[in-house]
């Protein structure tokens, strides 16, 4: 079990740019979650896939799009990115929904110039 | 609304001194609590989830208990370590389904020698 995987662990993108962050979920767990860290400690919640149906949309500004595939990976499409999009991206995943255990990914480090 | 409140930013302890951090949790459901920790430059990982009312649960040597009554799912340890130095999250597992997280906006721990 190699855990969540995230690609790409780091990324410097141009204000405006586009960017995708992948996510791989363990094995068999096909919810996923992606939250947002910036300043190094608030974590927002921005989405959560359920066997690739979106269940639920927190922070996620309607420039960013996820999707969850057939193996239940997800990816995070990032479009006319802004500055204040700089942040850590994490996403996480469990077995099923409901009081839930999740698994975090090592996370994503975006940086916006 | 739903939330979780974390009152301190910064605890610092000496070494072998008992840690207690603070968490309070406002909600409309029976639901969950969580504690995360998450070392520098790291993902978040799991450290507690909270059992039932007024039931302790423990986990590598901390400790935290339910109290409904109170709204709080405090985090205790009986001696710091210097490897305890982390950031800890408590988390709420909104609507009771397992959906998203809701986070406190973390504290800071530094075990000093």
């Known amino acids: 079990d190699s855990g969540v995987v995230q690609s790409p662990r780091h990324i410097i993108k141009e204000k405006g740019g586009r960017s995708v962050l992948t996510c791989i979920p363990i094995?068999?767990?096909?919810?996923v979650v992606w939250y947002q860290q910036t300043l190094g400690k608030e974590l927002k919640f921005l989405i959560q896939?359920?066997?690739?149906?979106?269940?639920d949309k927190g922070f996620l500004p309607s420039r960013f799009s996820v999707q969850q595939f057939d193996d239940y990976h997800s990816e995070m499409n990032m479009s006319a990115l802004e500055l204040e999009d700089s942040a850590m991206y994490f996403c996480?995943?469990?077995?099923?929904?409901?009081?839930?255990?999740?698994?975090f990914g090592s996370g994503t480090r975006l940086l916006v110039i | 609304g739903d939330s979780v409140t974390q009152t301190e930013g910064l605890v610092t302890l000496t070494e072998g001194l008992p840690v207690m951090l603070n968490c309070t949790y406002q909600?409309?459901?029976?639901?969950?609590l969580f504690w995360y920790v998450q070392h520098l430059n790291e993902a978040p990982k799991l450290l507690l989830k909270?059992?039932?009312?007024?039931k302790r649960t423990e986990h590598q040597g901390f400790h935290a208990t339910l109290h409904k009554s109170s709204s709080s799912f405090h985090l205790q340890k009986s001696s710091a370590q210097l490897s305890d130095s982390a950031l800890y999250y408590c988390?709420?597992?909104?609507?009771?389904?397992?959906?998203?997280?809701?986070f406190g906006t973390g504290t800071l721990l530094s075990v000093k020698p």
């Open positions: 896939h359920y066997e690739k149906v979106e269940r």
């Open positions: 094995s068999g767990h096909s919810n």
């Open positions: 996480a995943s469990s077995l099923v929904t409901g009081p839930s255990d999740y698994t």
């Open positions: 909270s059992s039932t009312d007024n």
């Open positions: 909600t409309a459901y029976s639901t969950f």
């Open positions: 988390a709420l597992d909104y609507g009771g389904s397992g959906n998203k997280l809701i």
